[in-house]
């Protein structure tokens, strides 16, 4: 970290008189800046989040327990959130995201709200999971992913027999209420109708490079509405024909709004990204936080000098401006992980900013033990 | 149509006096706007093209035989331009649109050029074709279409031992010449380098909804250059699910830049319709010129009130402002039209408008006989 | 001019079995790509178009004449119109654009009208002109440059008693023709009421940087209809002194719609530079067509080797990629010159190119003897 | 505020049983969302500040005195910084939004410094202050209002031998901190050089609908650095006589960039409003946090029901979903508002709302007594 002891920084030395002075401001709301100047502007980013895994080993029992222990009537939504140690008080994963695993018994169905929030879900467990947005059912399976945005009316429910669905959200709630713009309301009928048939916007965008030329669409989100991990790994293999992919992630695909290649919310990104078996990316870090999501497979992230392990449906968190690589330890078969992000916040706002790992061959020095 | 003789159209009665002052004017190389007013301000579009149809089986026999008479070294390329009957002087097909069919022999490669005109390819027969594409090879099968945008690098080939490749271009040719911007160039070495792997923008975009995070495409045309048969009729049957279609197309997708959901190129765009079994659509008009191909069935076509009935790997087109409407044939198979227009230049140039037949259920009363 | 004797371009000798062939496929309205190749598919841009000039002394007098010689009521609009003498059959004076010259007695009105073609006004004489558009009446005067863009309902007239007003009409007329979508209707009421206040848009967007908060402008033309003279120069003025400007046109500034710096028109686009005392430019060539406006000064361009010397309110023609360079004769004042351009459909359309003169310090050898 | 205590809300009851369950939960750093997911998600926003004024009389002199106390190369810049009450944590004035008032001495020149927060400043007193911009040096007057926006090399210095300069300065620092993307660097070489004619960009773009042609601007902030109050002034004056204004906000411009009508940076957005004579508006509330600067003329707001007196340089904010509504007590001159806000980021996060007040003919009651 830079010396803040240099010319063009705050290093006013506290006197008797200062103190009288700072006083006589606080009296009418007002400070000196050079008493905080180093501080709220930093040399760099500093993360409020530390660098954490939730393993689903671990939560699965937990998540599956509160089937016995709440009902949807009084819960709500039957949902365990996952809390970086740092933001209880904003019930952040990391940075200003949120992020739950959700169970629902089968036939059961939440009711339909709306929020300024944004949503996404991405299906870990069971078959019969469904999400109705906007009038629309889709239908969802293992690794699915399914956008709800903010302003749309969406419930989800499951329809089989045979068992729980587990799904994780992720939502922008922190970001939104610090941005103090969330509301939230109650369908009037609790449930909406079906007006649109199954499935309707997959079968619209079903495929790269054509879309219907119906009247224009102004929304800031994407009209497709699942994106599924069949089409997604399909996407993966064939781009790893055709391009070597990022030294730093590996065979990468975003998901986008397939009328603009822009991201699927304004304020949530999701990528899905594939390791090559034994492939371990360079370093590097960025403005913006990251939730990961194991899709497939198992290896290790090495986040600011500190490895953690992952197997399949382990969710884990990259902090803003944290150095973080990734490692797929398997010799024969490729590893993905999901992940979903304030990226398009930070580009929308012109504040995302990248730096590669330049020591080392591009690989951090381990700086703390491993997590287990 | 409309009177002229009207308040507000030109109405001035020719005299001596009149002539005199004209011929004045001509002196200095000008003329009285009224006495051309009413004609080149007419009250709605005209259109220089007839409507036209080019049947397959008349044509394929001379297309391959100029195997015979030319060599692609003195012809450049063997095509033979289908001409309409109205617009020799621009070698068009329709409005401002070339077309016409190219044949290659096995072991074949026509050198690479480049030019300002704007071009794409749409597969008839032969298995071996190729092209390619700022030095990516791009292969391709019947009814693939494939895009060569201007400015860029291409040249085609034929490596199959089994026989002739035939292929329909279209081109701006005549629309660039009009406005004066065509230029061409001959590659220096005759022939590119293959810089990227096999089908790698086929591959880099091959499903809907993801997208690579690679820096930003500041082109005016797609990045993708195929568009494969099998997935644009996965597509329109699966869109054929989610919607009714068009009254007026049937289930119509459009070709589209994967990153801009806009038009393939800035002056070309490129649609495929589905007519389902015995589906009969209603008539409309439009400016912008479109030329069609027969890609899957048999049907007919109205235009302007002629009925033109057509098979596979027939081509015919609509001039601006012609009414039209499509009709399938078959009682239980579906039927496809491949198509491309000049829309990309209406809508760019705010030129575009449309008009639905709103008389005798939206079907056009036949004023001429079958065209055979 | 390069050769067309090399491999890529066509070579084909006829031959009495060739021509044989060439019959047979006229008889489908069909014919052989390379019998036209190297001509529709030129090395370089070829203009339809002659450089020329139109002398305001000379014509003036014959403009003033169609007052005594046709009524509005019958002519529709009293126009003398400029055309090239390689494009009498387009009505155009040089590529596809149209001008004229239209002259209104004090106390006429025209009818109102729109249509597809696109218009704009450079005020020549006279005091009380005013155009309505769209419900806004817009008041002008000498030099300023007035947009009625494709689809507005549009009426001039002259309000002073003093004299006859005198203005450039400038269309793309012939460019719509050509691309077959015009339209065009008489106003049922012959004149529109005038809804807003005089001269609204000019003063909604009188000042550089601010704009009113009202609800998006989703329409393809400058929601500011009257740009004018006094502060188009105070801009020149102030641009000068932040600004070399541009090697081959000086300082100059183009029309644009404030609320997204484009053109003012989708088809028409529309400048002003000034040329400071003395200035002579280098020479330079590019796609699209322009029309010159002489609003001050006076000097001489040298278009493709031709000196055509100019003075106030003459107007002159630059053809499509003809080099072109320009020279204010007076050592002590500035000239400025107005001029209108299709380069918003080279942009759109992607086919706008530049060069410039690379020889003999970026003058052009004079190859004819200087137009008097 | 509407109640909790419905379906579709978290209505689950503790017990022993779930408070051991949540002991669990925590142990894995996860939660379960029923216990605070009423109180993240809300019905509507909840802004973090209250409403808030600033009296420039009763800071004017503790501002002076700072003068006194500190020099610029210890306190980097001395700045009284204004802190609403509950924003103590983030040094903000309302929401995420940071304003201080800043002076400097004649002869005084800060250090050139850049940071990812964008900035900028509205002048109140002094005649020879300035500020350099990226190698441009802006003069400044007052009610002047100047850009440094984010990632731009900016200093700032007082030339005039006569007195203090006094202006406010408006950041994002806190929504950077909040984003975690805050950089900073002070110049190598601890002042820039300047290599641009005086007010190069303000000469540029000196006048509405007229720009250069010059290479495209891709950065996401204005290219016009400067807006000076003449032409503010001036162009509220002429927008008064075209449009009547909006109910909430009278006649009110947005300070823009003149290459896309979009805001200023994208962060912060500016307006400037001016209230006619007598004038009182109709109340309204939004998404966003705005600060207000009081640039001529008297009067008063009511902010959620509490009145505001203010006079010139008066410095108040409105937070996020607050009713407001102002009023100009002059009986015969208008007043003017300087504001700047967050709306770039509510409008690109698409989580912008508004709502206007039904009741009561649009006049809030009044709720508490006048504050003085």
């Not at 502007?41 to 989040?49: D, I, L, Q, R, T």
């Not at 709800?148 to 729980?164: A, I, K, L, Q, V």
């Not at 884990?316 to 973080?324: D, E, L």
Request: glycine share 8%; with cysteine.
């Amino acid at each position: 970290m830079k010396d803040d002891n240099v010319e063009g920084r705050a290093r006013v030395v506290n006197t008797p008189q200062l103190n009288a002075y700072y006083e006589q401001l606080a009296e009418y709301e007002a400070g000196a800046l050079w008493t905080v100047a180093n501080d709220i502007e930093p040399w760099e980013p500093k993360a409020h989040s530390v660098p954490m895994i939730w393993r689903y080993q671990q939560l699965r029992p937990l998540v599956l327990r509160s089937l016995e222990l709440v009902r949807p009537q009084e819960a709500g939504r039957r949902v365990i959130m996952l809390v970086n140690p740092k933001r209880h008080d904003v019930s952040a994963a990391v940075g200003l995201l949120y992020t739950g695993l959700q169970v629902m018994n089968p036939g059961e169905a939440a009711s339909a709200h709306r929020h300024m929030a944004s949503a996404l879900r991405f299906i870990i467990e069971g078959e019969g999971a469904y999400t109705i947005v906007e009038g629309e059912r889709v239908s969802l399976n293992r690794n699915d992913f399914v956008i709800t945005p903010n302003g749309t009316w969406h419930e989800h429910g499951n329809d089989t027999g045979s068992g729980p669905c587990i799904w994780q959200d992720g939502l922008d709630i922190p970001l939104i209420n610090t941005l103090e713009a969330n509301f939230y309301e109650v369908h009037p009928d609790l449930h909406q109708r079906v007006t649109r048939p199954l499935d309707a916007s997959y079968n619209t965008y079903s495929h790269a490079g054509v879309r219907p030329l119906e009247p224009d669409w102004r929304k800031a989100y994407s009209p497709l509405l699942k994106y599924s991990w069949t089409h997604t790994y399909e996407a993966l293999c064939q781009y790893a024909q055709a391009s070597e992919g990022s030294p730093f992630d590996g065979v990468m695909l975003e998901y986008v709004n397939p009328l603009t290649g822009g991201p699927v919310m304004p304020t949530l990104g999701a990528t899905m990204q594939m390791l090559r078996a034994g492939q371990a990316t360079r370093a590097h870090r960025h403005t913006g936080n990251v939730i990961y999501h194991v899709a497939k497979g198992c290896g290790y992230s090495i986040i600011n000098g500190q490895r953690f392990d992952w197997e399949e449906h382990d969710i884990f968190c990259v902090p803003s401006w944290a150095w973080h690589e990734h490692a797929n330890l398997s010799p024969d078969d490729d590893a993905c992980l999901f992940s979903f992000s304030d990226f398009p916040v930070m580009k929308a706002l012109s504040i995302y900013r990248e730096e590669a790992y330049a020591l080392n061959g591009g690989h951090q020095l381990m700086t703390q033990g491993q997590e287990n």
